[in-house]
């Protein structure tokens, strides 16, 4: 295993997805928070949470605003105690020791960089308060600035820098330090949607390279899915789904989460059948039949909501050849191009009219220009929706 100029042994995140560490009964997990709990007089902020984190995992805590996840981020880093419960990093319980004495940083919101000092000066900056030799100093300096290609940049104040520029000196002054654990608070909030997408890549490039374990909070669903090895989804002060971005997107466990990570169409049905290779569900709101893939302990008559992703739906101005399941028929209301996809809602028929139906949200990738400007599905063409089976996910609540 090849090591990095500065102390740090290379690692790719790559590897750690594919090891799935969290799948291993007897993996350590390198960070650990049980029962943890954290109160501000009356308000219940975080309530008594789970987690194990693994070692080189880029982690992700995702919510909207108030659920939480930054007052967990913040008793992380010492920053705040736990009313209740433990955490542990590295085998240690935390709750007593100081933020200075922790093997974490952090990187705040706002990247807090010093305008009257250099880059350099930033970066080297905490290395220089813990009394770190000049020629170690200017050593692992110089390191840190080639790994975020900023080396031309030394002698320049943060005014002089573009957002993404400021953004990689708040990184590099935050993982100078050799952290063990770095906390990141939002870190591309601040930036446009272009540079925001180019920084998430910079942002993985440099943490495979350095195998540091990031803890990421952020509310950008999109930025959580690219960034991360796993998800913690959080809502009033707790965890409501913990996964991979695949786990979390295609197989959602309720329908807040469903709801929270991308877009989804949901019918409301009730249970026909339930096989061991398939399940029924007839829904009033579309008078369809649905199929399935078997879901455990579903049973006749049991209410639910079919999930179907945009994305998973075929959409034809021609009728089937057969009437079956997940066929449903409806009139184009709205149309909405991206560029690289088009968005279509349509409107379903309901006893006999396009008029008062429910709203199907369909993707369709743009791979052909559009002769003339004119979409090959237009506004109130009559069309036929249909999915695969296992395209659906069923949930109870």
Same mark, same amino acid.
């Given at each position: 295993?090849?090591?990095?100029?500065?102390?740090?042994? /290379?690692?790719?995140?790559?590897?750690?997805?594919?090891?799935?560490?969290?799948?291993?009964?007897?993996?350590?997990?390198?960070?650990?928070?049980?029962?943890?709990?954290?109160?501000?007089?009356?308000?219940?902020? +975080? *309530?008594?949470?789970?987690?194990? /984190?693994?070692?080189?995992?880029?982690?992700?805590?995702?919510?909207?605003?108030?659920?939480?996840?930054?007052?967990?981020?913040?008793?992380?880093?010492?920053?705040?105690?736990?009313?209740?419960?433990?955490?542990?990093?590295?085998?240690?319980?935390?709750?007593?020791?100081?933020?200075?004495?922790?093997?974490?940083?952090?990187?705040?919101?706002?990247?807090?960089?010093?305008?009257?000092?250099? +880059?350099?000066?930033? +970066?080297?900056?905490?290395?220089?308060?813990?009394?770190?030799?000049?020629?170690?100093?200017?050593?692992?300096?110089?390191?840190?600035?080639?790994?975020? %290609?900023?080396?031309?940049?030394?002698?320049?104040?943060?005014?002089?820098?573009?957002?993404?520029?400021?953004?990689?000196?708040?990184?590099?002054?935050?993982?100078?330090?050799?952290?063990?654990?770095?906390?990141?608070? %939002?870190?591309?909030?601040?930036?446009?949607?272009?540079?925001?997408?180019?920084?998430?890549?910079?942002?993985?490039?440099?943490?495979?390279?350095?195998?540091?374990?990031?803890?990421?909070?952020?509310?950008?669903?999109?930025?959580?899915?690219?960034?991360?090895?796993?998800?913690?989804?959080?809502?009033?002060?707790?965890?409501?789904?913990?996964?991979?971005?695949?786990?979390?997107?295609?197989?959602?466990?309720?329908?807040?989460?469903?709801?929270?990570?991308?877009?989804?169409?949901?019918?409301?049905?009730? +249970?026909?059948?339930?096989?061991?290779?398939?399940?029924?569900?007839?829904?009033?709101?579309?008078?369809?039949?649905?199929?399935?893939?078997?879901?455990?302990?579903?049973?006749?008559?049991?209410?639910?909501?079919?999930?179907?992703?945009?994305? *998973?739906?075929?959409?034809?101005?021609?009728?089937?050849?057969?009437?079956?399941?997940?066929?449903?028929?409806?009139?184009?209301?709205?149309?909405?191009?991206?560029?690289?996809?088009?968005?279509?809602?349509?409107?379903?028929?309901?006893?006999?009219?396009?008029?008062?139906?429910?709203?199907?949200?369909?993707?369709?990738?743009?791979?052909?220009?559009?002769?003339?400007?004119?979409?090959?599905?237009?506004?109130?063409?009559?069309?036929?929706?249909?999915?695969?089976?296992?395209?659906?996910?069923?949930?109870?609540?």
């Amino acid at each position: 295993m090849t090591i990095f100029g500065f102390g740090w042994e /290379i690692m790719t995140n790559e590897t750690n997805y594919q090891d799935r560490q969290w799948l291993d009964p007897d993996a350590e997990p390198f960070i650990q928070l049980r029962g943890v709990t954290k109160q501000f007089g009356s308000f219940t902020a +975080v *309530k008594g949470v789970d987690l194990d /984190i693994y070692k080189g995992e880029l982690f992700s805590l995702l919510g909207g605003s108030g659920c939480g996840k930054t007052t967990l981020l913040r008793m992380l880093a010492g920053f705040e105690t736990p009313t209740s419960g433990t955490i542990y990093i590295d085998g240690m319980a935390m709750n007593d020791v100081p933020p200075y004495e922790r093997p974490v940083n952090m990187m705040f919101q706002s990247y807090a960089l010093f305008p009257h000092m250099t +880059v350099e000066s930033n +970066v080297a900056y905490g290395l220089k308060r813990d009394g770190v030799k000049k020629s170690e100093i200017a050593e692992r300096v110089d390191a840190m600035l080639s790994m975020v %290609e900023l080396s031309d940049f030394a002698k320049r104040k943060p005014h002089q820098l573009s957002g993404g520029q400021r953004q990689r000196v708040a990184l590099a002054r935050a993982l100078v330090k050799r952290p063990k654990v770095l906390l990141l608070d %939002e870190p591309l909030v601040a930036l446009d949607k272009r540079l925001r997408e180019q920084t998430q890549f910079e942002l993985m490039n440099i943490q495979d390279k350095l195998g540091v374990t990031f803890i990421v909070v952020t509310h950008d669903q999109e930025e959580a899915m690219t960034l991360s090895t796993r998800i913690a989804v959080m809502d009033q002060g707790q965890f409501m789904q913990i996964g991979t971005p695949t786990e979390i997107y295609e197989y959602p466990e309720t329908k807040l989460i469903a709801n929270f990570i991308g877009s989804v169409n949901m019918f409301e049905g009730r +249970v026909v059948s339930n096989d061991d290779d398939h399940m029924l569900v007839d829904s009033v709101e579309t008078a369809c039949r649905f199929e399935l893939g078997a879901v455990a302990k579903a049973e006749k008559g049991a209410k639910l909501w079919v999930a179907v992703r945009p994305e *998973k739906i075929s959409m034809s101005t021609t009728a089937p050849q057969s009437v079956g399941t997940n066929q449903i028929k409806g009139t184009v209301h709205d149309i909405g191009y991206l560029g690289n996809m088009s968005i279509y809602r349509i409107q379903l028929d309901q006893n006999g009219s396009s008029e008062g139906g429910s709203l199907v949200e369909v993707t369709v990738p743009n791979q052909v220009r559009p002769k003339d400007g004119k979409h090959a599905i237009d506004w109130d063409d009559e069309v036929y929706l249909s999915w695969h089976p296992e395209s659906s996910v069923a949930l109870f609540r």
